[in-house]
């Protein structure tokens, strides 16, 4: 125990002296916290529409001024052919062309029916599957208008069911309440696992760890050393991001504090795990680095932070379930913005501490004093 | 004089690699005992091995009484170590890093206290006690680390080419300070190749190609090969290594 | 010249003799690129929901097997009381309620209209919004298939044409995105710790009293990881086409050429971090913490950068991964040529010039 309290006064002098470290360490976590949160926006409201209005009829600007009308769509041109509107498209300038072909009022009338044109850059799926959508129920919307206007007003007989729908935790669909954690769990995770792995690779480096290998120091006291600092930098990290989160995106915990908390206990042992199983497979540097980015990219992607897990095949979803961080930032969204309680996370905690557990012996075996 | 290394056939193979081959020999206590050779003759093996940094592949050892496969935790008690890469922690103080491996030891604040007053004006370094250890010249660096590794009052001192890369003036007196602490009665093995410096052995082991080629104090050795310097010895046994150094 | 030659062996030497590092060089993209390649889609399916029928008639059984039967709801048990509701919220057991209220059908018959009420979790505003989207778009078919809504007079009918990725996978959208992704990284990471290891093993300092101008050292760091890089940028391709059935549209000789200026601002990238940074330690948290997250949220293949607060969006037009990201997206999937992309090609170009020279200068200030 004594010499724990040694290990840990040489670890805490050690890292408040780097101070280029630590400035990465709290400046750069938060600078991306105050700042990254305005780029994540994915507000489908911005969806740029080019036009080609070859009619040039009353209802085809009726139809033109409704769907600019709605608030989804932002007119970005109108082009006079076909190609002229998918050039706008290869350029980016436009997500989505509508074609209204030459006398589609006159032909609506006469044949009753009349078709127009979509045309959706597809490369980004959200966007092509919304948009589409939008437009396809504006259209109706259109089509009932005009329906009840010119052939029978006042007589809309057919019977309809109509969608009432609320948004729960986030009724303002305020993307900051979703990024403010992802970001904030990310950057914890990428600090604990890298943190831990490069500093006990800095010791073999040097070969300061020779002298610690001959000395009788315990494997688990030497490694409870490494991890406590750690532990400590991660919870002031996290309270600092709370409170910058606060500050600047005005979000308040809706669940417990200690219910976060203790979630962040398990989640750090749990990375802190991860990295000092990367630090017994690492020799040098540049392996424990692109072990830890092999990782930390992957969680970054797959677990659930930026983008939905429940996109995922069946497979990707049973292997997404093994990583740490998917259960963390359901707890930290559940705790955070649905005031969810110890009872309602129990099930991602012990699956956050099982694999710790699982990491943390693993590493503990692996760690070797002798050779 | 009792022994307190003890060692028979000891072995370490590293797959085909016989890099230690059946290595008999006795320590005996307050003895400094040199370990010397070519790079790549086995020392460091054979020095990791006694120290419980590496498992011999067959063989028996004690050191202190205890022993190397089964008993290492209690020889990392006894010992102190000093290896060839700086142990020392550049972003530390000096005082920092007396205290920080003193702690490991097991040693009280108070003792290190006392301990590090000590070795500051045993170095004459009390004005750098709170001088970042990568700001030393490297022979004090070098001063320092011994006695580091001495500071928790081990029975054995295992130094891996100790004096490597520093001047030969900075090397007399490291070496005066291997005699002070042999005279408090602290066993010293040390590995050199550097053949003046096996001169200030007691005994001197020879190392060749994994074996030990010759064995017993300088003067016995020079005797025995008509030789007037260790270093004459020691190119009449090397001469005829296979292995190259690397 | 031949010095330069050398030295740059020794490089390669040092490169390739790291097995370790070598298998993960190599390793990482092209798992990460399969793995992302397969798992990642932008449709939202198999949601949890929860439908809440008070009513129990013909209509909410014929709407809740519509429900059932599409792809995009796992339709999880029917719970009954609000409190029951709010827990499963809670548990994050579901993502979404539909509740129809008593005498639904009876509503719909009488006073021709009745509601649904829909209640998403909008913790996650994107599974809420197209969850939303999906169960209007079944009631609104429920509505065009249940009466006769077929015979209506005055039908505008939308005919819609899926541009580029028919299928709507995800591969296209994420392939370009997570290639200029991994592709930056790697190059930045490894060449930052590469140069502050050579300073912090003092070795830097023999390299630097050589006869070598500090343009051979950079170039001889440099080479062995363009090397690697490029031969990972010809795997990935590679990948992409056989496995993930992207098809390459434009010229592929465009393309390579400008994946090679990618990489090249990535390494020039690599080397400012490392010339600046002071230790191994501070070189791989400035590559990792400093551009990780960034690089991942600016590029735009999770977040489109023109939906951003103009301040955030000079911010990402600062990240060369945003301008690649285009280029790929132009060129391999449009199949458009060097005419559309000239633009980000210049941008790239200065990046790298930018880069280098500020480097190099600070490079041979430490000479002096």
């Known amino acids: 125990m004594r010499t724990l309290i040694f290990l840990l006064e040489k670890e805490f002098r050690q890292m408040m002296r780097n101070k280029q470290l630590m400035s990465l360490l709290i400046i750069a976590p938060l600078i991306q916290l105050i700042l990254l949160p305005l780029a994540a926006n994915y507000s489908v409201k911005n969806i740029n529409i080019a036009i080609v209005d070859n009619d040039h009829s009353t209802i085809s600007q009726r139809m033109i001024h409704k769907i600019t009308a709605s608030g989804n769509f932002r007119l970005t041109g109108y082009a006079n052919n076909y190609n002229d509107a998918l050039k706008m498209v290869e350029e980016d300038k436009a997500d989505l062309i509508l074609q209204i072909p030459a006398n589609f009022e006159k032909n609506l009338v006469r044949e009753n029916h009349n078709q127009v044109y979509l045309a959706i850059n597809a490369i980004e799926g959200t966007k092509a599957n919304l948009g589409g959508g939008y437009l396809a129920s504006i259209l109706r919307d259109f089509n009932e208008n005009i329906r009840v206007n010119w052939v029978n007003p006042g007589t809309n007989n057919t019977p309809q069911v109509v969608v009432a729908s609320t948004n729960w935790y986030n009724p303002y669909m305020n993307y900051h309440l979703y990024i403010v954690p992802a970001i904030l769990v990310s950057l914890i995770t990428s600090i604990s696992a890298m943190q831990s792995a490069f500093n006990i690779v800095q010791e073999k480096e040097s070969g300061t760890i020779e002298q610690i290998n001959v000395s009788p120091i315990r494997k688990h006291i030497f490694i409870t050393g490494k991890l406590i600092p750690f532990l400590v930098l991660g919870i002031f990290l996290f309270t600092l991001g709370l409170l910058a989160g606060w500050l600047f995106y005005g979000i308040v915990p809706v669940g417990k504090l200690y219910v976060l908390y203790i979630s962040l206990v398990v989640y750090l042992f749990t990375m802190l795990g991860l990295g000092l199983l990367i630090s017994t497979y690492s020799n040098s540097h540049q392996q424990a680095l692109s072990l830890s980015f092999f990782f930390i990219n992957i969680f970054n992607i797959m677990s659930g932070t930026f983008n939905s897990v429940d996109s995922m095949p069946g497979w990707a979803k049973t292997l997404v379930s093994v990583f740490p961080p998917s259960h963390f930032i359901r707890i930290t969204r559940m705790v955070m913005l649905k005031g969810s309680s110890l009872a309602d996370i129990s099930g991602h905690l012990a699956a956050i501490f099982l694999i710790g557990l699982i990491l943390n012996t693993w590493a503990v075996l692996n760690y070797h004093k002798t050779a | 004089m009792e022994p307190v290394i003890v060692t028979e056939k000891l072995t370490k193979k590293f797959d085909d690699f016989v890099a230690a081959n059946e290595l008999t020999f006795e320590v005996g206590k307050g003895e400094i005992f040199g370990f010397l050779g070519a790079n790549g003759a086995g020392k460091t093996t054979a020095m990791r091995m006694l120290c419980g940094l590496l498992k011999p592949s067959s063989g028996k050892a004690t050191v202190t009484g205890f022993d190397i496969y089964t008993q290492t935790e209690q020889i990392k008690k006894n010992i102190g170590y000093m290896s060839q890469k700086f142990s020392l922690y550049d972003n530390l103080t000096v005082k920092e890093n007396i205290r920080f491996y003193g702690g490991i030891y097991g040693m009280r604040r108070k003792e290190i206290a006392v301990k590090t007053d000590e070795l500051l004006s045993m170095l004459q370094l009390q004005g750098e006690a709170k001088t970042l250890v990568s700001e030393l010249p490297l022979g004090w660096k070098q001063k320092l680390a011994f006695s580091v590794s001495i500071v928790h009052d081990p029975s054995i001192v295992f130094l891996d080419e100790p004096t490597g890369g520093v001047d030969p003036v900075t090397r007399r007196q490291f070496w005066d300070q291997i005699y002070y602490a042999a005279d408090k009665g602290v066993t010293v093995f040390v590995t050199t190749h550097y053949m003046d410096e096996a001169e200030y052995c007691n005994r001197v082991s020879i190392m060749v190609d994994g074996v030990i080629a010759a064995l017993d104090s300088p003067a016995a050795l020079k005797k025995q090969y008509h030789s007037s310097s260790m270093q004459d010895v020691f190119y009449q046994l090397a001469r005829n290594a296979k292995r190259k150094a690397d | ?368």
Request: aromatic share 10%; hydrophobic share 50%; charged share 20%.
């Open chain 3, 1 to 368: 010249m031949r010095q330069l030659f050398v030295f740059i062996r020794k490089e390669f030497l040092h490169v390739f003799r790291d097995r370790k590092s070598l298998l993960m060089l190599f390793g990482l993209p092209i798992t990460q690129i399969v793995l992302f390649g397969f798992a990642l889609s932008n449709e939202i399916k198999d949601s949890k929901i929860v439908i809440a029928d008070y009513s129990r008639d013909e209509v909410t059984r014929k709407i809740t097997e519509k429900i059932e039967a599409s792809r995009y709801f796992d339709v999880e048990e029917n719970l009954q009381s609000a409190q029951q509701l709010e827990a499963a919220f809670k548990k994050g057991k579901i993502k979404m309620a539909v509740i129809f209220p008593e005498n639904f059908a009876e509503d719909l018959l009488h006073s021709k209209k009745a509601t649904v009420q829909v209640i998403a979790d909008a913790s996650d505003p994107n599974v809420a919004t197209a969850t939303t989207t999906y169960i209007t778009q079944i009631i609104n078919d429920y509505n065009m298939t249940s009466g006769n809504a077929s015979m209506q007079p005055l039908q505008i009918i939308p005919e819609v044409r899926m541009l580029y990725n028919p299928e709507l996978k995800g591969g296209p959208n994420f392939v370009p995105g997570v290639m200029a992704l991994v592709l930056m990284l790697v190059c930045t990471m490894m060449t930052s710790v590469a140069i502050v290891k050579e300073k912090e093993l003092g070795t830097m300092e023999v390299l630097l009293v050589s006869p070598f101008k500090p343009l051979d050292i950079i170039i001889s760091k440099l080479t062995p990881y363009l090397i690697i890089s490029v031969m990972n940028l010809f795997i990935i391709l590679i990948l992409s086409v056989t496995i993930l059935d992207l098809e390459i549209k434009g010229n592929i000789f465009l393309l390579v050429f400008e994946s090679i200026l990618f990489i090249l601002t990535s390494l020039s990238i690599g080397l400012f971090l490392s010339i600046n940074a002071e230790t191994q330690q501070a070189a791989m948290m400035g590559s990792m913490m400093g551009m990780m997250l960034p690089t991942l949220l600016l590029t735009g293949f999770m977040f489109p950068v023109e939906n951003m607060p103009l301040p955030m969006q000079w911010l990402a037009n600062l990240v060369p991964s945003r301008w690649y990201f285009i280029i790929i997206k132009k060129v391999m999937l449009k199949g458009l040529g060097f005419s559309s992309v000239w633009k980000e090609s210049l941008i790239l170009i200065s990046m790298t010039i930018f880069l280098f020279t500020i480097s190099l200068r600070k490079f041979k200030i430490r000479l002096e």
